[in-house]
């Protein structure tokens, strides 16, 4: 079993910075891929990026590609999302997910366990 917490979520203006965190229960983390997805008001949730148990690979939402970067440290069982440039698009629930297998970041079905979200808001 594993838990998620997110943190670092908030309200900042349109060009800001945020980091979101993610600190997870269980001795097995760095088995696990992780990834973060996003739901505005009235949409879907969305992938956001992911990262692979080594933390060498990585992936991104073309909305997220250039602005956002992933990277988890193993030894503290933590991912992070490193938010900058943001937008008032950006403004969603974050969710931290982790999978045991994959098949393709995007995939939601794979993601066992999930955190309960931390809310982003951009104002323009």
């Known amino acids: 079993q594993v838990q998620l917490v997110e943190s670092g979520g908030g309200l900042v203006q349109a060009g800001d910075s945020l980091r979101l965190s993610c600190a997870a229960s269980g001795r097995t983390f760095s088995s696990f891929a992780m990834a973060w997805f996003r739901q505005a008001p009235e949409k879907e949730r969305e992938f956001v990026a992911a990262?692979?148990?080594?933390?060498?690979?990585?992936y991104y939402a073309d909305s997220a590609k250039g602005r956002f970067t992933i990277s988890r440290d193993n030894a503290k069982n933590t991912v992070y999302l490193q938010m900058n440039s943001l937008k008032p698009e950006d403004t969603a629930v974050y969710y931290c997910a982790a999978s045991p297998r994959w098949s393709g970041p995007q995939n939601q079905n794979q993601y066992s366990y999930w955190g309960q979200g931390t809310q982003v808001t951009v104002s323009s």
């Open positions: 990262i692979r148990g080594s933390g060498i690979t990585t």
